[in-house]
């Protein structure tokens, strides 16, 4: 099935899965979070456009994906080569999705987070051109530091170090200052983490369109797109979305695409689970599926109809019947 699918379609099914996702707001929201990011996902043969990757040390493809911060939504993902740069192919998706976004909402703020791979003065200026065209657009982005922030911020790294010396406690200092660097379209706003522990210094920026807030408040606000980790784990280990064997590219794709819509389904279900059954509507996927769906079942078939007899001792057999009752074109009919 996977060979079957044209090269074409597969920009089209990536839209539907964008398109899915705007469409699955029941109210308008104050602000939309986007965390943008890369994984990895080691290739073993002779597949089409797998590459080494310095940074991985192995051969792989480089998928990206974006989740929605505050929810943990799958907004898009697409496949790329296993030798791309982290920010390929980012300034189009983003583009696509917030200007979707923005037609729907257009008094949404939207915030764009990435780490520092996607510190890519072109993105930025995108971004920035797109805030300029539609309003409410925004971004906190890692940034590597190299010797020009550390110079810029060294006082704030010498009053961390001042207090830790005087309480021997870590101590994390928060300070901002412009970066004027040459290949940057204009000189951007830079939050600085000055961070002083007994293992020493530890220095980290981001570069970010939000200038009228504290640097603390920023940094703090970057440091929750760690959370995206936590869904890509669920994308890759609960559903196997790093299962791309197949021999060509597109077919991989499509494959990779697959596993999104089964993530599309399952952050569905969890969202159905959660009136019902708070703990699992928190659940990993590997755990709702475990608990939940992976159920012993009698089929036989008849005629005119697929008998599936589910078993009475199945201790979430309740929970089962709540959320498959809805699905049903008719009505739930109870035992004599």
């Known amino acids: 099935m996977e060979n079957a699918v044209a090269v074409r379609r597969l920009r089209a099914l990536v839209c539907e899965i964008e398109e899915q996702y705007v ?49 943990g939504q799958l907004v898009s993902v697409v496949l790329r080569p296993g030798n791309a740069h982290a920010a390929r192919g980012a300034m189009g998706v983003l583009r696509r999705v917030i200007q979707r976004l923005k037609q729907r909402f257009p008094q949404t703020q939207i915030v764009v987070r990435g780490d520092s791979a996607f510190a890519v003065p072109r993105l930025l200026r995108m971004l920035e051109a797109l ?87 920023l940094y703090h606000a970057y440091c929750e797109r760690g959370q995206c980790e936590k869904f890509i784990k669920d994308f890759k280990n609960a559903l196997q979305a790093d299962r791309l064997s197949c021999s060509t590219f597109a077919a991989n794709f499509f494959r990779l695409l697959e596993h999104a819509a089964a993530y599309v389904l399952f952050y569905a279900l969890r969202t159905q689970v959660a009136p ?35 078993p009475a001792a199945f201790p979430l057999a309740l929970l089962f019947r709540q959320l498959a009752a809805p699905l049903a074109r008719q009505p739930l009919r109870s035992s004599a």
Request: net charge neutral.
């Open 23 to 71: 469409r699955s707001f029941t109210a308008v929201p104050e602000v939309i979070v986007l965390d943008i990011d890369s994984t990895d996902d080691p290739t073993h043969g002779q597949q089409h456009l797998s590459f080494f990757h310095g940074s991985y040390d192995q051969h792989m493809y480089h998928p990206l994906v974006i989740f929605a911060g505050e929810r």
């Open 131 to 217: 805030n300029q065209e539609l309003g409410g657009i925004a971004y906190v982005v890692g940034l590597a530091q190299n010797a020009v922030l550390l110079r810029s911020g060294a006082a704030a790294l010498s009053e961390a170090r001042r207090r830790f010396l005087a309480t021997k406690q870590t101590v994390q200092h928060f300070d901002a200052f412009s970066y004027a660097a040459e290949s940057w379209p204009q000189t951007p706003h830079v939050g600085m983490k000055a961070e002083v522990s007994e293992h020493g210094a530890h220095p980290r920026f981001v570069v970010t369109s939000l200038s009228e807030f504290a640097p603390a408040l």
């Open 276 to 310: 019902f059954a708070p703990q699992l509507g928190r659940a990993q996927f590997d755990t709702l599926r475990l608990q939940l769906l992976k159920v012993a079942a009698l089929v036989s078939q008849s005629t005119r109809r697929l008998l599936v007899r589910l």
